[in-house]
């Protein structure tokens, strides 16, 4: 895991000195990604520089360092990321007559792109991964990233230069880069709480898309090329798919020793390793697998909080007493929690608005002082059925086939009609076990999509924190920005709605949300964190699995428990979801308000020409009064204006 940067410009005419200090003023930028040495290479003539921050994890000698080259000298590379099965890779490669100089899977990489070509190369690999590759037979770079975007690459285009970088704030050190603020980018995160990987808060930069790679020519035309499709991974799991509802004894053996071999492929490093360990299914039963397969106790961390219903340290405990791991854990309390919220912008280049990167930023530092790599259970929700929109689609879907729209409109007016607050009070009826949080948002919410036109619009809507026709960006047309920006493809035909929901959270939600919050986090303290769960063969045979493997009667992530239940007792690990959560209502109404209060006199100054400022007045006054719960989307409210202050946009 590191950093890169780059430029390329094969019209310019600067001296070697100058790309020198450009190049080492955005490796500065990204300094917290590779803490463990920096790399630079550059090339006057052709008009490239190329640089990389390491942070050692496999051939930890000088023969694993960045920049680096090919036997021949003719191809380079500055690397961000792993390549799991360098191993077997390489040993092809030796067999064709390649010989290497050390151990490190990014020699594997290089020889292999110059052998076989990128193209060839890409299909064959198994990891998380960005690099840039120069092509000096070919006078090329190419570009390339991983199949679900666990490691991210922006690019910025300005005539024949071509900027690159794992970081935004890396492309801002170079002169030709001018940071103006996108819209319609702005537009999108107020809704969804990030932006957009079509787009980015600042014109003209992208995203190289996850399973893509570029190739750029000496004239600055960018070609993109895709090696990896999930729309055609969902397709051939169709077609795969075993239906037979009797017997699910062989898919819990196949899905173990999948899962097993990702675990095991991930646990090869030659630093200190670890595991993030919440006590949920997910990380619980990548743990559990960690654990059957090492020698030594594993290393397990944690956080709690003080305030019981966001806390789940005793679950951890418990899963790690259980599986007998060496486990750490540390309590936060209130203030060392918001002590972090002013820094947020500094580790997150562009707005990010999910609030779990504040418990995930005190997760990885307290990992980061212990071990270097640690294994995570992001991806099991995804694929397995795990979030609470993929249990209710099932009766969305029911209702909206059966109940008339004039039906659907009477129940959504009786759900609105009373404020959330009265519903709050009457759920105190229900078993505190039993009790779903927030239950009066939930229920105008689940109003509001009754009130929807058809099933096509419950996806969006479900995702937002305000409806996409709501102007709150001036100058933004709200009925032509709608959600997913650019669109996507129709799904696959067959696909029932909660598959749906599923494809579209894996294209978007996954890789724009959750895996920007744990790879800046983790980043962030120099801590390299890899996902069982995200290996692309566990991915594609999740598609072989019919819904009924995934939720059964109400319950999500059905076959990852039962795998789960042969490692921990089910009574350790059954409970009401709860995230990675920080009572931000409560924050927001009390030790954040004159932070927050603060914040909002940017609306009627330097933003007035921007937002609309009365949405957001109104909104912030109902939820100090504690007449509705608009956490998300105050919250979404106040990274932005924190990280324009802080970025000076």
């Known amino acids: 895991m590191c950093g890169i940067a780059g430029f390329w410009d094969a019209r310019a005419a600067e001296g070697e000195e100058e790309l020198l200090r450009r190049i080492r003023e955005m490796n500065a930028s990204i300094a917290h990604r590779g803490p463990d040495g920096e790399g630079v290479h550059v090339d006057a ?42 191993a077997g890779l390489r040993g092809q490669l030796e067999r064709e007559g390649c010989t290497f100089r050390g151990h490190s899977d990014t020699e ?3 020889e292999a792109c110059e052998r076989w070509g990128v193209e060839s190369t890409l299909p064959r690999l198994v990891g998380m991964f960005a690099f840039a590759l120069w092509d000096g037979t070919r006078q090329r770079l190419i570009l390339a990233r991983d199949r679900l ?43 969804l709480s990030y932006v957009p990987a079509s787009g980015c808060i600042y014109q003209g930069v992208r995203q190289l898309p996850p399973g893509h790679w570029a190739e750029i020519d000496r004239d600055g035309a960018l070609r993109l090329g895709r090696y990896w499709d999930p729309w055609q991974v969902v397709r051939e799991g169709q077609s795969g798919r075993q239906r037979a509802e009797e017997d699910s004894a062989s898919d819990l053996d196949r899905l173990e020793a999948l899962l097993q071999e990702a675990v095991s492929d ?44 966001y806390d789940e340290a005793d679950a951890a ?19 060392q929690a918001m002590e972090i919220i002013p820094q947020l912008p500094a580790f997150y280049d562009e707005p990010f608005a999910d609030s779990s990167q504040v418990p995930t930023l005190l997760l990885s530092k307290l990992t980061r002082e212990h071990v270097t790599v640690a294994l995570s259970g992001d991806g099991g929700d995804e694929l397995f059925g795990g979030y609470n929109r993929h249990v209710l689609a099932a009766r969305l879907e029911r209702l909206f086939r059966q109940v008339p729209p004039v039906l659907r409109h009477l129940a959504a007016g009786i759900l609105r009609g009373l404020s959330p607050g009265i519903w709050d009070g009457l759920g105190r009826l229900i078993p505190p076990g039993k009790r779903p949080r927030l239950l009066g948002d939930k229920l105008h919410k689940l109003g509001d999509i009754l009130a929807l036109p058809d099933q096509a619009a419950i996806y969006p809507r479900l995702v937002a924190a305000w409806p996409w026709d709501r102007p709150l960006v001036k100058g933004v047309d709200c009925r032509r920005e709608t959600w997913p920006p650019g669109g996507l493809p129709d799904p696959p035909e067959g696909l029932r709605f909660s598959e749906i929901m599923q494809l579209y959270d894996l294209v978007t ?60 007792p089910p009574t350790l690990v059954n409970r009401p979801k709860m995230g990675f959560a920080l009572p931000v209502d409560g924050w927001l109404r009390g030790p954040l308000r004159g932070w927050c209060e603060d914040l909002m006199r940017d609306l009627d100054g330097e933003l ?16 100090v009064a504690g007449v509705r719960n608009w956490q998300i ?16 946009v």
């Open 149 to 191: 975007g666990k490691k991210p690459l922006y690019y910025h285009q300005n005539g024949s230069l071509l900027l690159f970088a794992s970081q935004v704030k890396a492309l801002r050190c170079h002169p030709a880069f001018r940071p103006r603020l996108d819209a319609v980018a702005l537009h999108h995160f107020l809704r």
């Open 317 to 335: 405990r418990a899963v790690a007493r259980h599986l007998g791991t060496d486990h750490t854990e540390l309590y936060v309390d209130a203030r």
């Open 509 to 568: 939600y996954l890789p724009e949300d959750i895996l920007v919050k744990v790879d800046r986090a983790s980043m962030a303290v120099g801590l390299e964190t890899r996902a069982p769960f995200l290996d692309h063969r566990v991915v594609a045979w999740s598609w072989q699995l019919p819904m009924s493997r995934k939720v059964v009667e109400g319950q999500g992530k059905w076959l990852l428990r039962q795998v789960l239940y042969r490692h921990v």
């Open 108 to 110: 594997v990489l290089v």
């Open 608 to 623: 007035a020409g921007l937002l609309e400022g009365e949405p957001w007045r109104e909104r912030f006054r109902e939820h």
């Open 45 to 86: 003539k052709a008009g490239l520089a190329l640089g990389h921050r390491r942070l050692a994890i496999i051939d930890l000698s000088p023969n694993g360092r960045q920049p680096m080259f090919s036997a021949s000298g003719l191809t380079v590379v500055v690397f961000n990321g792993e390549i799991y099965n360098f």
């Open 633 to 648: 989307s105050l919250w979404n409210l106040f990274m932005f204006l924190s990280w324009r202050r802080y970025w000076k």
């Open 266 to 309: 991930r646990m090869v490093t030659d630093v200190p390793l670890g595991a993030f360990l919440s006590g949920g299914i997910d990380s619980s039963l990548v743990t559990a697998l960690m654990q059957r397969h090492s020698s030594q106790r594993v290393r397990t961390f944690s956080i709690g909080f003080q305030e019981g219903r």
